[in-house]
């Protein structure tokens, strides 16, 4: 099965601060489609899961373009420009290339 | 606004089975890959089982394979997991999922609990 680790486990971001998420994936996840099945999904508290990107840098419809994924093969990484308040929860990555699909462990991100 | 809504969870003995539905509204329910996702009380989410758009290919992880089957029914836009000789590991919040290229669809989870 493909290992996603995800870094760090929590971090706290002042509003208007830039926040960064990394998940490295413990093989290549380029498909024989050549496309890269890397997710982004936020789970706000109480709530259920909702994807932000993938194709590891496809922004999903409604999501604000202060959140930008990039990497490629193993090395991924989520972006947000300036925290704001809505964006507190835990964030995963999911890789949807092999099978069976894996998450990230996830990072609980906190308003300073 | 699309919509997955999850039915049939509950409370149920070790070994015993229990049937999961979620019904799709709002979108094309046919086109879209469907998947369950299971959140174990203050864990995070593990994948559970996919089904393709019509139904003929299913994938599990090696936790549910041969206990589990997703199943789909298009006509009725409607998504099903059986869950037979169940453990108290499988004790968690289930959720359905779209996640395609023009959208993602989540259920509010149900609550599975195995305990005896």
Known sequence: DVVMTQTPVSLSVAIGQPASISCKSSQSLVGTSGKTYLNWLLQRPGQSPKRLIYLVSKLDSGIPDRFSGSGSETDFTLKISRVEADDLGVYYCLQGTHFPFTFGSGTKLEIK | ?116
């Open chain 2, 1 to 116: 606004e699309g919509q997955l809504v999850e039915s049939g969870g509950g409370l149920v003995e070790p070994g015993r089975s229990l049937k999961l539905s979620c019904a799709a509204s709002g979108f094309t329910f046919s086109n879209y890959v469907m998947d369950w996702v299971r959140q174990a009380p203050k864990k995070g989410l593990e994948w559970v089982a996919s089904i393709s758009t019509g139904g003929g290919n299913t994938y599990y992880p090696d936790s549910v394979k041969g206990r589990f089957t997703i199943s789909r029914d298009n006509a009725k836009s409607t998504l099903y997991l059986q869950m037979n000789s169940l453990r108290s590991e499988d004790t968690a919040t289930y959720y359905c999922a779209a996640l395609g290229s023009k959208g993602d669809y989540w259920g509010q989870g149900v609550m599975v609990t195995v305990s005896s």
